[in-house]
């Protein structure tokens, strides 16, 4: 969450020289990464290579995020340092375009031109497929807002990505299954800026993740705003949850690893239990948001799960697949929240033991039934227990790392390392790894022995027998 990713430019020497460029910034959660690809797709086959280098770019894309107030805030900050950019590249004559794209896109539209003149396009996470036309005509001097519900599906419109593109991005990849919310959490905006729950078709999954593997790709995280809700019909003529989904994309030749990510307590039926009992592929790691421990702020956040619930829900998960390691999001101080409802957070997540976990102060969002509670939390007694939620937190993961040190795990060789001579894998429970390798293993994985943690990976060595790829 909040990482700020930038597309590497895809090794295309052929079409680099003369072509347009774009640098793609991205904000928020991993389905806006795998949408930047996307409109990194959409934008090729209309000529545009992507850089690195905000300098050298023509057009200049934010995809954006809305669920906390600080991250729509960036947005505008940004803008207000492009608009000098885009003035001082005016009077040299050349062009800029500025493109915002993502959540804060959906929800805000035509206000972002009224408050940023120098934006030329809006551009919704439903709509991109769109973006060159967009372009097109805000070039002849139109500013676009595009932000309607797309009647068509994007995913049959966008272009397929390339498979230079593909290896130019790494051996692990995200896939978008499922799209939207139906949920309506009280805090919560997702489903306002993403719309109602939309599941991909099997074919369509399928063939993307066989293009993927095609092109090196050995790990592919499957990405939803609730993905565990992902339906289908399957090949056989019957409905399938995510479970089944999983079943069929572990038979792969050349697919090694699946994840997948966000799920809802909700919907963790039994075929998905089921499939982290019998996929090896199926990484043992599982981001199981929670919010908070006390039922009373559970009903209040319509979470519709009580904290009994939550807990019986991770103790069948464990007896399927004892070694997985959990992972949740929390967030402190919704309106209404007392030290008791705080401590009974803290209680959830002793009972847990989380492997790692994501928390937040609660944001107030215009729109959502949230913003309209009256009794919100001081600020400084939020931020006093995020302090203590998250040392509680970090202290569960620092155990979890220390109690990997001396396991023998397969390690998924993604990228060289800071030093020469290292190269820095995913463990199953999606740690960082360093170890020493060469770079053109990378996409190999192999057995090693953790012997070390540092403050944010683990460090290994080979084990004696490698086993390939
Ligand atoms: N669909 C996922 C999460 C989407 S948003 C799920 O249901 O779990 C990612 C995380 O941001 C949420 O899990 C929540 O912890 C946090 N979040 C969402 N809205 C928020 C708000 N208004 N204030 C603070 N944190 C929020
Ligand atoms: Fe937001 Fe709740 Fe939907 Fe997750 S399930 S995206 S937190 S409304
Ligand atoms: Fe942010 Fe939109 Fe993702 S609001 S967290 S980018 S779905």
Not at 34 to 56: F, H, I, P, Q
Not at 71 to 88: E, H, I, W
Not at 265 to 287: G, T, V
Not at 290 to 311: C, F, P, W
Request: charged share 25%; with cysteine; aromatic share 6%.
């Amino acid at each position: 969450m909040n990482e700020h990713v930038s597309l590497p430019a895809a090794d295309d020497a052929a079409t680099r020289s003369n072509s347009r460029k774009v640098f793609i910034k991205t904000y928020g959660c991993q389905m806006n990464v795998y949408d930047s690809t996307r409109m990194g797709d959409a934008l090729a086959s209309d000529g545009y290579v992507t850089t690195e280098d905000m300098g050298e770019a023509d057009l200049i894309l934010l995809n954006t995020c809305h669920i906390r107030e600080k991250a729509a805030d960036k947005v505008y900050s940004a803008l207000g340092r492009l608009r000098d950019m885009k003035k001082a590249r005016q009077a040299q004559g050349k062009e800029l375009m500025i493109g915002v794209a993502g959540c804060v896109a959906q929800a805000e539209g035509e206000e972002i031109l009224r408050r940023s003149p120098a934006v030329d396009v809006v551009i919704g996470p439903q709509t991109y497929h769109r973006l060159p036309d967009a372009l097109k005509q805000a070039r002849s001097g139109t500013r676009v807002v595009d932000t309607e519900y797309a009647v068509e599906d994007k995913f049959e419109h966008l272009p397929a990505t390339s498979k230079a593109q593909i290896r130019s991005r790494g051996v692990t990849a995200f896939l978008t299954v499922q799209e939207g919310c139906d949920k309506f959490c009280t805090f919560c905006v997702v489903p306002y800026t993403r719309g109602s729950e939309v599941s991909r078709p099997v074919s369509q999954i399928i063939d993307e993740a066989k293009r993927l593997v095609d092109a090196g790709v050995r790990e592919v995280t499957l990405l939803g705003q609730n993905v565990n809700a992902w339906a289908g019909e399957g090949p056989d003529g019957r409905n399938w949850s995510l479970g089944d989904l999983l079943y069929k994309l572990a038979d792969i030749p050349g697919l090694a690893r699946l994840r997948y990510t966000t799920s809802h307590p909700r919907d963790m039926d039994d075929k998905l239990i089921e499939a982290h009992r019998d996929l090896r592929a199926l990484m043992p790691y599982l981001h199981l948001p929670v919010q908070a421990g006390s039922d009373r702020i559970l009903k209040a956040m319509n979470r519709r799960h009580t904290g009994a619930e939550y807990l019986r829900l991770i103790e069948r998960i464990r007896a399927a697949r004892p070694d997985i390691a959990m992972s949740g999001d929390f967030i402190v101080g919704f309106p209404g929240e007392t030290d008791q409802d705080f401590e009974d957070t803290l209680k959830i997540v002793e009972e847990v033991n989380y492997a790692s976990a994501f928390s937040f102060k609660y944001s107030t969002r215009p729109g959502t039934p949230g913003a309209d509670l009256t009794d919100q939390v001081p600020e400084e007694v939020k931020t006093e227990r995020l302090e203590r939620l998250q040392a509680l937190l970090l202290k569960q993961q620092a155990d979890f790392a220390t109690s990997c040190v001396g396991k023998t795990i397969d390690l998924l060789l993604e990228k060289p390392g800071r030093m020469p001579g290292q190269v820095i894998g995913r463990s199953p429970w999606l740690q960082s790894v360093n170890v020493d390798a060469k770079t053109s293993q990378i996409g190999e994985i192999i057995r090693v022995r953790i012997i070390g943690t540092g403050p944010n990976s683990l460090f290994a060595e080979p084990a004696e027998s490698l086993m390939g790829s």
